[in-house]
């Protein structure tokens, strides 16, 4: 049962061009999302995160957009650098208290950005 | 200010034998997790620790796996009579607050059972 999807394996954007990730989620008991970058061999690096009662984040190049109603959310990079090719990862955690705050991963988007 | 590490980088073990992962968290965090991941998938949650204290498990496959957290030193995750299914990237994250917060994570230990 996956929880969080990145129905995209793959994406392919030019230098300066935006960059635009995309991932679903079907538990309603989310709250928190992340997402992450990773380079092979080693570990996922934070990149952003948004609670649920926003709807936008924005982090110098990075906004990620929440849109609960449709259990969606996208990270948008502009502009998009060679640098940023990477895997990235969304992810989801619930925090309501008594529960641990694991995180739910997507499967990640390859993200190449060419020149 | 050291981030999260872990070692060894990498593991290669002979089916079997036993597998011993540690993670020191961050400077000032005391919580850890525990992830795996499989080739060509994201990573999966397998256990939860604070001090001494296990807090979710439901992750860790209910045979052959253990972790903990001791009051001193790092975390282990331990892995015994491994077999090749249990090739994997494992990584360890923590972070300073439970609930919301974000997770660092640590490079990784990619464990070869051969």
């Known amino acids: 049962d996956q929880q969080v999807k990145q129905n995209s394996p793959s994406l392919s954007v030019q230098e300066g061009r935006i960059s635009i990730l995309n991932c679903d989620y079907t538990?309603?008991?989310?709250?928190?999302f992340l997402w992450y970058k990773k380079y092979p061999a080693e570990g996922p690096t934070f990149l952003i995160s948004?609670?649920?009662?926003?709807d936008k984040n924005e982090d110098g190049r990075f906004t990620v957009f929440l849109n609960k109603s449709a259990k969606h959310l996208s990270l948008h990079i502009v502009p998009s650098q060679p640098g940023d090719s990477a895997v990235y990862f969304c992810a989801a955690s619930s925090t309501d208290t008594g529960t641990a705050s694991k995180l739910t991963f997507g499967t990640g988007t390859r993200l190449q950005v060419t020149l | 200010n050291a981030g999260v590490m872990q070692n060894p980088r990498h593991l290669v073990r002979r089916r079997g034998q036993e597998a011993r992962l540690r993670c020191s968290p961050m400077k000032g965090h005391s919580h850890v997790y525990w992830y795996r991941q499989l080739p060509e998938e994201g990573l999966k949650f397998m256990v939860y620790?604070?001090?001494?204290?296990?807090?979710?498990e439901s992750g860790m496959p209910k045979e052959r796996f253990s972790a903990e957290f001791p009051k001193e030193g790092p975390s282990i995750l331990r892995i015994q009579q491994v077999v090749r299914g249990d090739s994997a990237a494992y990584f360890c994250?923590?972070?300073?607050?439970?609930?919301?917060?974000?997770?660092?994570f640590g490079p990784g230990t990619r464990l070869t059972v051969l």
């Open positions: 538990n309603s008991m989310f709250d928190y």
């Open positions: 620790l604070q001090k001494e204290n296990i807090i979710d």
């Open positions: 994250a923590s972070s300073p607050l439970q609930g919301g917060n974000e997770q660092f």
């Open positions: 948004i609670s649920s009662i926003k």
